[in-house]
């Protein structure tokens, strides 16, 4: 059984800094490669980011996000985390951790696919940005 819990949404400013965090509990298999989703107003939910544990900690970013989120994890505390710096009004959504999914990359094409889907969701947390 894999649990996932978000925190750390909230609001920010233009150009402000979030960072969300995803406590997860769930065997190491299940846990390997993990991410983050968002749904924006009006819009499907997409993959924005994720992170294996190949010993390199290999990670994957949708081009919307590159250069601006960080995605990391601590594997002794079960955490996966999401640094969003230089926020932007069109970042204001609902964002999901995710695990047991497919981490390569053109991740977030595959997970446009209606029949791709993560293994486990987490209960989401909000991230409002406001100009």
């Known amino acids: 059984q894999v649990q996932l819990v978000e925190s750390g949404g909230g609001s920010v400013q233009v150009g402000g800094s979030l960072r969300l965090s995803c406590a997860a509990r769930?065997?190491?298999?299940?846990?390997?490669?993990m991410g983050w989703f968002r749904q924006t107003p009006g819009n499907e939910r997409e993959a924005i980011a994720c992170?294996?544990?190949?010993?390199?900690?290999?990670?994957q970013y949708t081009d919307s996000v590159k250069g601006r989120f960080t995605i990391t994890r601590d594997d002794a505390k079960n955490i996966v985390y999401l640094q969003m710096d230089d926020l932007r009004p069109e970042d204001t959504g609902d964002y999901y951790c995710?695990?047991?999914?497919?981490?390569?990359?053109?991740?977030?094409?595959?997970?446009?696919?209606?029949?791709?889907?993560?293994?486990?969701w987490g209960q989401g947390t909000h991230v409002t940005v406001s100009s």
């Open positions: 769930g065997s190491k298999r299940d846990l390997d490669a």
């Open positions: 992170i294996n544990t190949r010993g390199d900690d290999d990670t």
């Open positions: 995710a695990a047991g999914l497919l981490c390569y990359r053109s991740f977030d094409q595959y997970y446009k696919l209606p029949s791709a889907h993560p293994g486990w």
